[in-house]
Protein backbone atom coordinates (compact mmCIF):
# COMPACT_ATOMS: atom_id res chain seq x y z
CA UNK A 1 0.00 0.00 0.00
CA UNK A 2 2.80 2.36 1.37
CA UNK A 3 4.96 1.87 -2.02
CA UNK A 4 1.35 2.43 -4.67
CA UNK A 5 1.63 5.72 -2.28
CA UNK A 6 4.78 6.58 -2.99
CA UNK A 7 5.05 5.58 -6.91
CA UNK A 8 2.50 7.78 -7.41
CA UNK A 9 3.82 10.55 -5.58
CA UNK A 10 7.01 9.65 -7.57
CA UNK A 11 4.95 9.62 -10.83
CA UNK A 12 3.49 12.69 -9.96
CA UNK A 13 6.61 14.67 -9.44
CA UNK A 14 8.12 13.88 -12.41
CA UNK A 15 5.04 14.93 -14.67
CA UNK A 16 5.97 18.77 -13.04
CA UNK A 17 8.53 20.84 -15.11
CA UNK A 18 10.24 22.63 -12.29
CA UNK A 19 12.34 24.97 -14.82
CA UNK A 20 10.44 28.11 -13.32
CA UNK A 21 9.51 26.95 -9.98
CA UNK A 22 11.72 30.12 -8.46
CA UNK A 23 10.29 32.67 -10.56
CA UNK A 24 6.78 31.18 -10.07
CA UNK A 25 7.17 31.49 -6.62
CA UNK A 26 8.35 35.14 -6.70
CA UNK A 27 5.76 35.61 -8.83
CA UNK A 28 3.43 34.66 -6.30
CA UNK A 29 4.88 36.44 -3.44
CA UNK A 30 5.03 39.42 -5.66
CA UNK A 31 0.77 39.11 -6.00
CA UNK A 32 0.02 38.46 -2.17
CA UNK A 33 2.22 41.33 -1.00
CA UNK A 34 0.69 43.44 -3.96
CA UNK A 35 -3.13 42.16 -2.44
CA UNK A 36 -1.95 42.79 0.94
CA UNK A 37 -0.54 46.29 0.50
CA UNK A 38 -4.17 47.07 -1.77
CA UNK A 39 -6.24 46.01 1.14
CA UNK A 40 -4.76 47.73 3.80
CA UNK A 41 -5.34 51.25 1.39
CA UNK A 42 -8.81 50.09 1.31
CA UNK A 43 -9.05 49.48 5.30
CA UNK A 44 -7.28 52.44 6.05
CA UNK A 45 -9.92 54.70 3.57
CA UNK A 46 -12.88 53.23 5.01
CA UNK A 47 -11.53 53.92 8.32
CA UNK A 48 -11.18 57.55 7.69
CA UNK A 49 -14.53 57.91 5.68
CA UNK A 50 -16.27 55.97 8.84
CA UNK A 51 -14.51 58.71 11.18
CA UNK A 52 -15.55 61.69 9.14
CA UNK A 53 -19.35 60.13 9.24
CA UNK A 54 -18.76 59.49 13.04
CA UNK A 55 -17.81 63.37 13.84
CA UNK A 56 -20.00 64.53 11.48
CA UNK A 57 -23.12 63.08 12.94
CA UNK A 58 -21.81 63.73 16.41
CA UNK A 59 -21.62 67.21 15.52
CA UNK A 60 -24.70 67.86 13.77
CA UNK A 61 -26.39 65.71 16.59
CA UNK A 62 -24.80 67.90 18.95
CA UNK A 63 -25.97 71.29 16.76
CA UNK A 64 -29.28 70.01 16.63
CA UNK A 65 -30.12 69.00 20.13
CA UNK A 66 -28.43 71.99 21.75
CA UNK A 67 -30.96 74.30 19.16
CA UNK A 68 -33.90 72.11 19.76
CA UNK A 69 -33.94 71.56 23.97
CA UNK A 70 -33.70 74.40 25.75
CA UNK A 71 -31.63 74.05 29.25
CA UNK A 72 -32.98 72.19 31.92
CA UNK A 73 -34.51 73.56 34.83
CA UNK A 74 -32.53 73.64 38.12
CA UNK A 75 -35.20 72.83 40.44
CA UNK A 76 -36.67 70.05 38.06
CA UNK A 77 -33.68 67.34 37.51
CA UNK A 78 -35.34 64.63 35.45
CA UNK A 79 -38.91 65.21 34.63
CA UNK A 80 -38.40 66.37 31.00
CA UNK A 81 -37.05 62.62 31.14
CA UNK A 82 -39.91 60.75 32.36
CA UNK A 83 -40.83 58.08 30.51
CA UNK A 84 -44.81 59.24 30.23
CA UNK A 85 -43.08 63.03 29.72
CA UNK A 86 -41.37 61.44 26.35
CA UNK A 87 -44.12 59.40 25.22
CA UNK A 88 -47.02 61.55 25.58
CA UNK A 89 -45.23 65.09 25.71
CA UNK A 90 -45.14 67.25 28.26
CA UNK A 91 -48.94 68.62 29.60
CA UNK A 92 -48.66 71.72 31.69
Do not use: C, Y
Amino acid sequence: MIDKMLKHLVKRDELEPLEDFERDLWVREFRFRTARQNNLAIASWQAAIIAVAVIGSASVGAAAAAKANPAPHFLSAGEDMLPSNLLFGHHR
